[in-house]
């Protein structure tokens, strides 16, 4: 009997290598077991151009009504995808369209197994890194000083009263300067989003600044992420046993290095940027990489592979070659949506599912079978042999038949 899933959950198709797969995942490892309404939005790149890209908006819309959804990786269109597909505009970015609509913050999530080695040996638990996607140096106004002369800075308010003006440097030959700056209801959002979803993965959280040299600018990021900790978290927090802890920047990036994982790190723009691709390289493949968005309504999420449309491996599925691309981060877009809408509705046996198939996954992958990509990191060749991997239809029916003896049990 499928298990029913109250609330629908809104499904965004996609391009290529990442489109084929999505549709093998569905028809073998989702439909099957469950009675659920999807909502689907056709995000390919065809249709964007036929609906001149509303759809993209009509889905982040859906998103937001229905609190769930679930992406396949879509293609960003460049010069070359314009001439490939005869676009009439160089369409935006589908995530950065919805990002845009929905806010909210980006946290990338590993999928640890025992058998993939990892380049820091000790990260035997995810680390999920959150980055504050707005302003600092992204947002900066830099300046090339020339020659010498004084650089100020000064703020002018709006209601007439006094400006303040700083001197940041006399210069007495060139240079260079920059200015910046973040909004407190940015970092307000921010730090709720990660609290929010560190709640819902039950994972502690630090937060890092360089606050004993920037005392105000990151002394503030601080101090926030603390009334909000303190104001609207910490009893939740208490009550899961689960921790929040500020630290600098510095300390943490040596902790890295022999801590375990098993936690959420919000990051600063650039520490953010950073490390998140640090740490995605760290764990092995892109294939076992999820990402997922939390809006700071604390309640609307979008799961998806962090990874692209795997264009290479299409093209060779088109000529008919035998294809091993990982379907894992896809799969785990739709038990991460799944576990967060049963949060939702409150229904444990679809929580129960989603976990089932998770460890499904990753038994399958520690049992020996797995992708190439995979493959070639277990067996540390860039050529394993054909016994050492599995195609991509091959691997998602070895999961399928893993997680029917596990839920037989
Ligand atoms: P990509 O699709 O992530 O693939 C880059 C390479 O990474 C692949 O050629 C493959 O390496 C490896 N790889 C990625 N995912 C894999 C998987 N699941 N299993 C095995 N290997 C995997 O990045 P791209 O080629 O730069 O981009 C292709 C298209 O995707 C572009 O049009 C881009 O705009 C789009 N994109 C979309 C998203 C999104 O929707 N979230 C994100 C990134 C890129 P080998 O070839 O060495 O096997
Ligand atoms: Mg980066």
Redesign the pocket.
């Known amino acids: 009997m499928r298990i029913k899933v109250t609330q629908p959950i809104v499904e965004m198709t996609?391009d290529?290598m990442a489109d084929v797969m999505w549709g093998w995942i569905k028809k073998q490892l989702i439909e099957p077991y469950l009675d659920m309404t999807c909502i689907t939005f056709d995000l390919s790149m065809g249709n964007r151009e036929r609906t001149l890209d509303r759809v993209t908006h009509e889905a982040a819309a859906a998103i937001r009504e229905y609190g769930v959804g679930v992406k396949c990786?879509?293609?960003?269109p460049d010069e070359a995808?314009v001439a490939e597909f005869g676009l009439t505009r160089m369409w935006k970015s589908?995530?950065g369209t919805i990002r845009g609509l929905l806010g909210g913050t980006l946290f990338r999530a590993p999928i640890v197994c025992a058998n993939v080695p990892r380049l820091v040996p000790s990260w035997r638990k995810p680390i999920m890194v959150a980055r504050h996607a707005f302003g600092d140096q992204y947002a900066a106004t830099e300046l090339q000083i020339p020659r010498a002369g004084v650089l100020k800075l000064v703020f002018e308010p709006d209601d007439g009263t006094r400006a303040e003006e700083h001197v940041i440097h006399r210069f007495d030959g060139p240079g260079v300067a920059l200015g910046m700056f973040n909004l407190e209801k940015s970092i307000q959002d921010f730090a709720r989003a990660v609290f929010a979803y560190a709640l819902s993965v039950g994972l502690p959280v630090f937060f890092t600044t360089k606050n004993t040299i920037l005392k105000i600018y990151d002394g503030q990021f601080k101090r926030l992420f603390a009334e909000i900790f303190a104001h609207e978290f910490a009893s939740q927090f208490a009550a899961r046993d689960l921790t929040y802890e500020h630290r600098l920047i510095d300390d943490m990036a040596a902790y890295l290095l022999k801590c375990e994982g098993g936690f959420v790190w919000a990051c600063m723009n650039r520490d953010g940027d950073v490390f998140s691709d640090q740490a995605a390289q760290g764990y092995g493949?892109?294939?076992l990489m999820t990402s997922v968005l939390m809006c700071p309504d604390g309640r609307t999420v979008l799961a998806?592979?962090?990874?692209?449309?795997?264009?290479?491996?299409f093209r060779a599925w088109q000529r008919g070659e035998t294809i091993s691309?990982?379907?894992v981060?896809s799969i785990h877009a739709w038990t991460r949506g799944l576990a967060h809408r049963a949060r939702l509705d409150d229904t444990p046996e679809v929580t129960r599912f989603a976990e089932t198939f998770e460890r499904a996954c990753i038994a399958t992958i520690e049992s020996g079978m797995m992708?190439k990509?995979l493959a070639i990191a277990v067996h540390g060749t860039s050529n394993p042999s054909r016994e050492q991997w599995l195609s991509t239809q091959d691997f998602i029916t070895e999961v399928a038949k893993r997680f029917e003896a596990d839920s037989a049990t």
């Open positions: 996609g290529e990786a879509t293609i960003t995808r589908p995530n493949s892109l294939g998806e592979a962090a990874h692209g449309t795997v264009t290479r491996h691309t990982n379907p981060a992708t990509d």
